[in-house]
Each structure stands twice: as C-alpha cells, then as structure tokens.
C-alpha cells in the first residue's frame, strides 16, 4: 500500500483500506477524517498527529480517534532513524511480538515499513490517560510501578528471543558502526553547547565513552538476553486513566532490541526521574525488579549481577544525551530541555554510583 508522505496527505480512502488491512475496520468505511499534529518535541525520532474519523455503517466500537506516527522530517534526525532502522524495529515490534508481551501497549491497527523505511502506524489514542513527564521527571511511585510491570515483560521473554529472527541484536554490527561515527561526531558539539555541565573529568569520560561504549553492547550478549525496550523513559509511559481500566501502557518501541533487559531499568532511573528520587527509590526499585523477576520465573541472576550491571549501564547510558544533545535538531525548546534533563540526570547518577571505574570493563 501506498503511504502517505505527510499527514495532510491522510485521505477517508486511504484510511478505510488500512484500517480494513489491519482488521479495525471489518464493515463499513470511513466518511472523513480531520488531523491535528500533537506532541511536538516529544518525539524526537518520529511525528504525532491525531486523527478524528467518522464513519458510515461502520461497528460501534471502529475508532473515532486514531494516533498518525510517521517519519521526523528534520534530516539529521532522520539520518539516525533509518541508521539504526527504528522505524522498521517498531514496525515488527507492534506486528510480531506486542500481542506475548504482558505490558500494555496501544493498539496497533494498521503498520507499515517500506524498503526505503517510511513507514506508517495508526495506533489507538491513549490521550485521555495521564501521561509521563520526561522534563518534570516521573515520581517515586511512577518508576517503582513502571519498573515492576517491565520486570514481568522481562521475565516474559528471558531465555526466549531465540527465535525470535526480527530482533537486531544489542551489537549488530551496523549499530555498532553507526553509534561509534555518531557518538563521535556529536561529543563535541554537546561539550560546547552544555559547558556548565560538564567539568574536564566528565569531559574526558565522555568522550571514553564514546570510544569505547560498544564494548558494552558486546558484554552483553554473554548476559541472560530478553526484548529490550531500548526508550523506557518517561514520555513513553501512560498511566491511569487508560481504556479498560489499565494502569500503565508502553509506546514507542523504535529502539527494541536483543539485549540484557536491566538496561531499560538503568536508562529509566538514571534519565527519567529526579536525582533527588532516584538516590530515594534506588535500591528499593532494584530490589523490586529482581523479586519480580524471579517471581515470574527467571533463574540463576543474582542481585549482585543486577546491581552491577546497573552502574555499567549508568555510565553507558551517557551515550544517549551525547547523542541527543550533540547529534539531533533541538531546534524546538521541549527537545533541548529533555537534552538538558538528559544530561544532568546521567551525569550525577554516574558521579552517585562512581559508574565511571565501569570504564575499565571496556578498555
């Protein structure tokens, strides 16, 4: 099927025929459709639009609002999305693996990757829940709940990827090349925009560990292996409020991937909740995923190993502001405040939990 380029290019035809591929839309067809763009500077890899649909003699329950994701349209963000195939990843994510997973996310109904990675999803519209706040930073009882349902999808797949051939690996080999060009060339640019940040010793880490940070992704592939979020942070968390009385949903899935699941732990405590919180709920928070996870049936992984790999984690973290400070257009002011937040939380977690002598795993 032909996508549209732009969402103003979302016709009642072409809504009715995806819709009716994805099986959302089993009789009638859509009357007209009306598109609002949302969430700008939210997505820094991807736009949001919503559309408002009406129908002729279609079921109750076919969808009167609709989330359009489709691709950035600033050129160095899109240069890395296609890169690192983020919009392929969420694609198979939504098509072969969201239905086993125990974690709610929307409904997908209708997704497409073309060869050339435009891509289209129409996923439910989960506006009316309460959203998190990357800039603000999830609260205490946020990330402990959102860390225990991530245990349970975790354990879900713990052991079991093995099968599952559309995963990219967390080393793949053109990740691996990508991230260290990438990294590279933005460590400067965000040493220079974010000065007050950054003191000569994190300078120099910084720049270690974009030297050296795929070693990292390499460890990990000898470490207990399950499907990474990749982005579980907190703009892509929705809590109460959700249809059918859920209280947490999961979107965007782009960075998904084969790799040891304590990372999406370690990115969403270091980056996605308030230093002052994070030092709170830490350990707690640790301690309740590796319950969870044993209560669901994981095996042989120690509390130490999790707390170790932790702090790994932690400093290898730091790849994603470096990227997002120094790589990205943050030309809309939500985008460089989450570079911002970014940055400042990573860089006192790796200082708090002295993640730094980490480095010498890599070297």
């Avoid at 969402?7 to 072409?14: F, L, Q, S, Y």
């Avoid at 819709?19 to 763009?37: F, H, I, N």
């Avoid at 706040?133 to 999830?138: E, K, L, P, V």
């Avoid at 590279?184 to 940070?213: F, I, K, N």
Wanted: net charge negative; glycine share 8%.
């Amino acid at each position: 099927m032909e996508l549209p380029k732009e969402v103003e290019d979302v016709t009642a035809d072409w809504l009715t025929a995806a819709l009716r591929e994805g099986g959302a839309l089993p009789q009638g067809e859509v009357k007209s459709v009306t598109a609002e763009r949302i969430a700008v500077g939210v997505g820094l890899m991807g736009r949001l639009a919503r559309l408002s649909v009406e129908y002729d003699d279609a079921a109750d329950d076919a969808p009167a609002s609709i989330i359009f994701k489709y691709p950035i349209d600033a050129p160095m963000n899109r240069q890395i999305a296609d890169a690192y195939r983020f919009y392929k990843r969420e694609c198979d994510f939504y098509s072969r693996a969201a239905a086993d997973s125990p974690l709610r996310t929307a409904r997908c109904y209708f997704q497409q990757c073309n060869e050339n990675l435009d891509f289209v999803l129409l996923l439910e519209d989960l506006g009316a829940a309460r959203p998190g706040d990357q800039i603000a930073g999830n609260g205490p009882e946020d990330a402990e709940h959102a860390i225990a349902q991530l245990a349970k999808h975790h354990a879900r797949f713990w052991g079991k990827t093995g099968d599952m051939d559309y995963l990219i690996n967390a080393d793949d080999p053109v990740v691996l090349q990508v991230l260290k060009q990438s990294t590279t060339m933005a460590c400067p640019v965000m040493l220079e925009a974010y000065p007050e940040l950054m003191t000569p010793e994190l300078s120099d880490l910084a720049r270690s560990v974009c030297e050296y940070g795929n070693v990292s992704l390499q460890r990990v592939m000898d470490m207990p292996l399950t499907l990474v979020h990749g982005d579980f942070r907190a703009d892509n968390l929705f809590f109460e409020g959700l249809p059918g009385g859920d209280d947490l949903a999961v979107i965007d899935w782009q960075i998904c991937h084969r790799g040891h699941g304590p990372f999406d732990v370690a990115y969403h405590l270091t980056q996605s909740i308030t230093p002052e919180t994070r030092r709170a709920i830490e350990r707690p928070t640790l301690e309740l995923y590796h319950r969870t996870l044993v209560d669901n049936g994981v095996e042989g992984y120690s509390f130490d190993d999790l707390w170790e790999y932790y702090r790994e984690a932690a400093l290898y973290g730091l790849v994603y502001p470096i990227t997002v400070c120094g790589a990205l257009d943050m030309s809309e002011p939500r985008a460089r405040g989450l570079g911002q937040v970014f940055l400042e939380r990573s860089l006192s977690a790796i200082t708090d939990l002295n993640a730094a002598e980490k480095l010498g795993l890599w070297t």
